[in-house]
């Protein structure tokens, strides 16, 4: 790619660089959650991409290789849910593989509802997958499957995450997305499970994650709200907290250690603390849409060209030119595009098309 000085480091209008990939493999899920993929909108007659419409495995590699040759260094698999698409573990091991321009290994990552995790583990972490992050909205079976709209109990997503554990995984993220009224009242279980496990955990991180109005179907209100401020408030009540550094620039949940020693928690503030500026996410959408923010209304058709004989030069270049006119800061800008209601006004892409 003899052109690739020119525009490596590739940065957007407002001089953030792409760092970060996640991909989404499959707009199917095994969960009807409320504020994803409500059921009302995703029922039995819900249309599904035919399997000719996805990206291939080596269509995926190809494209991430682009991403990675313009500054991604960790690409996050995600859904849908990602599990549900067959033999994931080889495209782990194709991703695992890629270098950046400067030899350094690809971290690659999962986010997962666990349901099948206890079967895949293993062979994901033989693949070479580095991370888990594992969707959990409440600990009773009650409040679970009032969120997740089935009949799936805690004990297998927990089941899924031990197996994690005897895989090898260590530093685990759990994340809950709170909403108010329904599952609020279990933020202070969620800390003392994940608290009470961390010694025996290689350290799981549970996040909380302010509800956000992704999509057009989940019917969200800013009174459903529980702001990271509140959060933080009812755990420091039980548990006193302070404040950590950032692992990295960009890095989306802000980190509180627990004063006496027993691990840390995440919060993310999506709606009440907007992080636009640091944000250096692309998303890939399951049939091969680039879009620059999550609450994106369109997006850029690399499968196309990809399927046309397009080269890795040509795809890259049509990759950066996108990016570098990127100015998406949706999180900012929401309250001049929310409607009197409370509810957000603009259109936007369904989450499980292009992954959280």
Not at 9 to 24: G, K
Not at 53 to 70: D, K, W
Not at 218 to 233: H, K, P, S, Y
């Amino acid at each position: 790619m003899t052109d690739l000085p020119k525009i490596f480091p590739v940065t957007d209008t407002l001089q953030r660089p792409l760092h970060d990939l996640r991909i989404s493999v499959t707009d199917r899920c095994n969960l009807r959650c409320t504020y994803c993929m409500p059921r009302e909108d995703f029922g039995r007659d819900h249309l599904f991409l035919p399997r000719a419409e996805l990206l291939s495995f080596e269509e995926i590699e190809r494209l991430a290789g682009s991403f990675v040759e313009l500054g991604v260094e960790k690409i996050r698999l995600t859904g849908g849910e990602p599990l549900l698409r067959r033999n994931l573990a080889q495209l782990v091991e194709k991703l695992a593989r890629l270098h950046t321009p400067a030899g350094k290994p690809v971290e690659v990552t999962l986010t997962t509802n666990a349901v099948l995790l206890s079967r895949q583990a293993q062979a994901l972490r033989d693949a070479g997958l580095a991370r888990l992050s594992v969707s959990l909205d409440g600990l009773s079976d009650e409040v679970f499957r009032r969120m997740s709209d089935s009949d799936v109990p805690v004990s297998t997503v927990l089941d899924g995450i031990a197996a994690a554990q005897r895989a090898g995984f260590t530093g685990i993220k759990v994340n809950m997305v709170v909403q108010r009224g329904v599952n609020d009242h279990e933020i202070v279980a969620m800390a003392e499970h994940f608290r009470a496990d961390h010694s025996a955990s290689g350290g799981i991180v549970l996040r909380f994650i302010e509800y956000m109005d992704v999509g057009n179907t989940n019917g969200w209100r800013m009174d459903e709200v529980v702001t990271a401020a509140e959060i933080l408030q009812i755990v420091g009540a039980h548990y006193p907290l302070r404040p950590i550094a950032p692992n990295y620039t960009g890095e989306v949940a802000e980190r509180w250690a627990y004063a006496d020693g027993a691990g840390e928690i995440g919060v993310v503030a999506s709606i009440s603390r907007a992080f636009c500026r640091d944000c250096t996410r692309a998303r890939l959408s399951t049939d091969g849409k680039l879009y620059t923010c999550l609450f994106a209304g369109s997006g850029l058709d690399l499968r196309a060209p990809l399927r046309e004989g397009a080269s890795d030069q040509a795809l890259t270049g049509l990759i950066a030119e996108r990016w570098q006119r990127r100015a998406d800061r949706y999180s900012e800008l929401r309250s001049a595009l929310t409607e009197d209601s409370g509810s957000p006004a603009a259109k936007k892409v369904e989450m499980s098309y292009i992954g959280g």
